[in-house]
């Protein structure tokens, strides 16, 4: 039972357009979400976040939409840069008795490859 | 800075074999947690603690056990290695509530 879905394995896109990384939830009890990006052989590293009491969230180049009714959220790059090639993982966590942001559940990622 | 340090970062073990990942975090985090990424899989969490003498299992726990006897370390045990726990370990830090998890560099682990 995938909680987080990132249905898109990968994306290529060119330098200086947009990138848009969509991932969607399922539980509904989700109330935190997470972008990370990962090169290879090193550990995730955390871009941006969003809580559901907000629909947006912006950070530079990075914005991080929210559509609570549809369970699915977004992640926005403008402009794409080729330093942006990496996996993007979206990751979930919700107050399932207080302790559960303790505990991410993450998509399966997406390769994004920006051609310069 | 350290931030979320992990030992070792490669491994080979034989099927039947024992070993501890090390990971240890100097921010002073409460919360800890073990993740392991499989191909095509994402990352799935094994074990995380709220806070020194309190842990609690993840998606999937079995064959591995932890315990968390310090704010800064939480150690990984793999009781008796199986090929299917050849992965990429990663353990995680953050200071709890809707706050982002730091995580360290990983350990390749391939079980023989």
């Known amino acids: 039972d995938q909680q987080v879905k990132q249905n898109s394995p990968s994306l290529s896109v060119q330098e200086g357009r947009i990138s848009i990384l969509n991932c969607d939830y399922t539980?509904?009890?989700?109330?935190?979400f997470l972008w990370y990006k990962k090169y290879p052989a090193e550990g995730p590293t955390f871009l941006i976040s969003?809580?559901?009491?907000?629909d947006k969230n912006e950070d530079g180049r990075f914005t991080v939409f929210l559509n609570k009714s549809a369970k699915h959220l977004s992640l926005h790059i403008v402009p794409s840069q080729p330093g942006d090639s990496a996996v993007y993982f979206c990751?979930?966590?919700?107050?399932?008795?207080?302790?559960?942001?303790?505990?991410?559940?993450f998509g399966q990622g997406t390769i994004l490859t920006v051609h310069p | 800075n350290a931030g979320v340090t992990q030992t070792p970062k490669f491994q080979v073990l034989k099927t039947g074999q024992s070993m501890t990942l090390q990971c240890a975090q100097d921010m002073n985090h409460e919360y800890m947690s073990w993740y392991r990424q499989d191909p095509g899989m994402g990352l799935r969490l094994i074990h995380y603690?709220?806070?020194?003498?309190?842990?609690d299992q993840g998606e999937v726990p079995n064959g591995y056990n932890v315990s968390r006897s310090t704010t800064e370390d939480f150690p990984l045990r793999l009781l008796s290695a199986a090929p299917s726990q050849t992965s990429v370990y990663f353990c995680?830090?953050?200071?709890?509530?809707?706050?982002?998890?730091?995580f360290g560099q990983g350990t390749r682990l391939t079980v023989v």
């Open positions: 969003i809580s559901s009491i907000k």
């Open positions: 995680a830090s953050s200071y709890g509530g809707k706050t982002e998890a730091f």
């Open positions: 990751a979930a966590s919700g107050d399932a008795g207080g302790t559960s942001y303790g505990k991410l559940t």
């Open positions: 603690s709220v806070g020194a003498g309190i842990t």
């Open positions: 539980n509904s009890m989700f109330d935190y």
